[in-house]
């Protein structure tokens, strides 16, 4: 028998516990993948961390997750070594036979939003986490979760019509092929695409009730979800 993983993709929960809530309370997965934006945008976010917290003791479902541009880097630091998530930012995590990258942030922009970084930081980050993937078994499938999807998908396009996703992570995807990437940050880029055989989700801004599921095993069906 074929274990199915089923995971519950979010991001862009700009403080919405309730759509967390209840988006939680009514599907079944296996693990959350939480691609950022958790804050509201006067940087409240202790509403959210309640109901990951509350949602972990009573299940205990894994829970991933990047910050995203609006998110304080200061939250890096806040929730290092707490146990209730694994909140991921150029290190990694490993489950069941899945190593899950993450990366938090945006990129530089004319906004200067709360966290954000240039493609080159991003570069250094995946510099340093391709030193660690060298030394795990390479037998276990690669997962991407980061905020700032990459360049030159559909899921970085803005309503403007540029792609304003980074060089740097679209070259790891290239280079490390993993099998599912989970990103965010460009509201209107919801959807799917693939580079190369990678699946490339952005499940929409939960603040608007957008999420997805996704089923990994040989294969990988997804649906694209919205609360009703």
């Known amino acids: 028998m074929v274990f199915v993983m089923r995971i519950l993709a979010l991001s862009d929960i700009h403080g919405n516990w309730k759509a967390l809530k209840e988006v ?19 940087g409240k976010y202790d509403k959210v961390i309640n109901v990951i917290s509350n949602l972990v003791k009573s299940s205990n479902i894994n829970v991933y997750l990047v910050l995203g541009n609006i998110d304080s880097p200061q939250l890096l630091d806040i929730f290092s070594g707490v146990e209730m998530f694994k909140l991921l930012h150029g290190n990694i995590a490993t489950y069941l036979n899945y190593i899950i990258v993450g990366f938090s942030g945006g990129l530089c922009s004319p906004f200067y939003t709360n966290f954000e970084l240039s493609d080159n930081e991003y570069r250094l980050l995946i510099n340093e986490v391709v030193k660690s993937l060298n030394q795990i078994d390479r037998n276990k499938h690669l997962i991407l979760l980061t905020h700032t999807p990459p360049y030159n998908t559909k ?9 304003v996703g ?3 992570l679209r070259e790891f995807i290239e280079l490390y092929r993993p099998r599912l990437v989970v990103c965010g940050h460009i ?4 959807g799917v695409d693939f580079i190369g055989n990678s699946l490339v989700l952005n499940p929409g801004p939960l603040y608007k009730g957008y999420y997805a599921t996704i089923d990994l095993n040989d294969e990988i069906n997804y649906e694209l979800r919205i609360l009703k």
């Open 155 to 163: 899921v970085d396009l803005t309503y403007s019509g540029l792609h």
């Open 187 to 190: 509201h209107e880029g919801r």
């Open 166 to 168: 980074s060089k740097s």
């Open 24 to 42: 939680m309370e009514k599907e079944n997965y296996d693990i959350v993948l939480l691609a950022g934006d958790i804050s509201d945008y006067s």
